[in-house]
């Protein structure tokens, strides 16, 4: 493995300038503080944006600080999305203080507005910024770039993906067997440890408030109140010290405790501690993949096929889904699929149904299916976190059960993105484009309403694992769950009444 980068330096095929501006940067008279606009990455370890930020205000001797921007409205995220990312945000905020003295802003509105004008107070020369494969904050990035100053120079990271996704490959991949050598090609060269942040002070200090206070209590109580309908979940800690000790802690951790299990048993629904549990912290930049990836190779020589699989899924997989997001700008209609596959499904699209459903009806988990599908949509709603392999049987059964793939997909992602606590994400659109569109995928024997698209069903899912253990198991979740929100709401009243009786 090739060695570390030389401190506090970035490969140059990490960065790309999406803007050249004309200020200055060499920390003479007129170089501006640069500026850090955190969206992806939300962590203060391991991420190479804010190393790279760092490193160019030391370079300049100038002033350097991270921005927030809270998006009104971002793909219906609900409390259940906001609140895990918002905690995980707070504990950031005091992290960053107290280790790197660096400021930490939080703005809320849209970022096309709120970034550039924040740029304009603080008279910032440089905007560093996450990579991001989705659409809608690539045209935000454009916008910026539009709205900004000629003086400020505005540079993306891929703080998020092993390999760069634009070194790894310039075009739409066609699947993961096209894309893992490309990456394995440049592993050596991406896959190297972090240097430490070193924060050299500036001569000259923030024109605007220093280490800004947010009140965090009363923005989380907020922010929750807005997207109550889908409330949060207890089973996983937010913020970068939990997904460390999810990943490698040394009481079940992943790495330490779980590990030997994940190539048997990965795919059993009803193992799911066999799985990493990685999904939210890697959704919300929380961990980096590339940690995950470096404490994993470690463990290879004792458990090798488990670590392969681990990888093949971490990095290959989720690099993958990346590459479809950004170079397929239909990443989720059925615009974006392959021609046969497109093709396929609109050749069957008016295939007769057994049943039909309503986006309402899938929603309530109202199905005929015998107690399967609708304990894997009970799992969503009510634990934010549907096993892997009844993710692809949960969506080909919406493709079979709605008036026709367009229908299917939409309201498969929908409901991944409303209920999953890693919704949003490029890799629930491909798993939703996998299940429903082919996509990553060959064509299969025709049939009905599928036509070549992969079929599962029902008693597939028997010989695969034992399907009335696992629909116990979310019965018997969901029912724990359901009790301990009726207590919390009663716990609530009782303490609303303390509150205003005038004997207390």
Not at 4 to 12: D, N, W
Not at 274 to 287: D, K, N, T, V
Request: charged residues 30%; glycine residues 6%.
């Amino acid at each position: 493995m090739a060695s570390a980068p030389s401190p506090m330096s970035v490969q140059p095929g990490r960065i790309r300038t999406l803007k050249e501006g004309s200020g200055r940067s060499d920390g003479k008279a007129g170089a501006g503080p640069v500026v850090y606009w955190m969206f992806r990455d939300q962590r203060l370890r391991d991420n190479w944006a804010l190393i790279h930020a760092v490193h160019q205000a030391n370079k300049a001797n100038v002033p350097v600080a991270v921005v927030f921007n809270l998006f009104d409205q971002f793909l219906g995220a609900k409390s259940r999305h906001l609140g895990f990312m918002l905690r995980g945000l707070r504990q950031l905020y005091h992290q960053m203080g107290h280790t790197l003295q660096i400021p930490f802003f939080l703005i809320r509105g849209e970022a096309e507005e709120t970034i550039p004008k924040f740029l304009i107070e603080c008279g910032a020369s440089l905007l560093v910024t996450d990579f991001s494969p989705l659409r809608e904050v690539r045209r935000c990035k454009t916008l910026i770039c539009e709205r900004v100053s000629d003086l400020v120079t505005v540079q993306e990271v891929d703080a998020h993906n092993v390999v760069p996704l634009w070194v790894a490959s310039d075009k739409l991949e066609y699947s993961a067997r096209t894309i893992r050598g490309k990456i394995n090609k440049r592993l050596s060269e991406y896959l190297v440890d972090f240097p430490n942040i070193e924060l050299e002070p500036p001569t000259r200090k923030w024109d605007i408030t220093e280490n800004p206070s947010i009140d965090w209590d009363d923005l989380i109580a907020d922010v929750l109140r807005r997207g109550a309908e889908v409330p949060e979940v207890n089973w996983c800690e937010p913020g970068e010290i939990a997904a460390m000790e999810v990943l490698m802690g040394s009481k079940n951790g992943f790495l330490t405790k779980r590990l030997k299990n994940y190539s048997l048993d990965r795919n059993n629904p009803c193992k799911p501690t066999a799985l990493s549990g990685l999904s939210p912290y890697l959704h919300f930049g929380q961990i980096s993949s590339q940690r995950c990836a470096l404490e994993a190779r470690k463990l290879r020589t004792s458990h090798p096929q488990a670590i392969d699989a681990f990888l093949e899924e971490l990095i290959v997989r989720r690099e993958l889904a990346d590459n479809f997001c950004f170079y397929e700008p239909h990443y989720d209609s059925l615009q974006g699929a392959w021609e046969w596959a497109r093709k396929t499904l609109l050749d069957h699209a008016t295939d007769k149904r057994e049943h039909i459903y309503t986006r309402e009806q899938l929603e309530k988990a109202q199905t005929a299916d015998p107690q399967l599908w609708n304990a894997s949509q009970m799992e969503m709603v009510y634990y934010g976190k549907m096993h892997g392999f009844m993710r692809m049987y949960w969506a080909k059964k919406i493709l079979e059960w709605t008036r026709g793939p367009e229908e299917a997909l939409e309201i498969s992602i929908y409901l991944n993105d409303k209920y999953e606590i890693d919704g949003r994400d490029p890799n629930g659109y491909v798993g939703c484009m996998w299940s429903i569109c082919g996509v990553h995928d060959q064509g299969w024997r025709e049939r009905s309403i599928f036509g070549k698209i992969r079929y599962m069903n029902y008693a597939g899912c028997k010989r695969k694992f034992d399907v009335d253990r696992y629909i116990a198991y979310v019965n018997k979740l969901v029912a724990e769950l359901r009790k301990r929100k009726a207590e919390n709401l009663l716990s609530k009243k009782e303490k609303l009444i303390r509150c205003c009786d005038p004997e207390d």
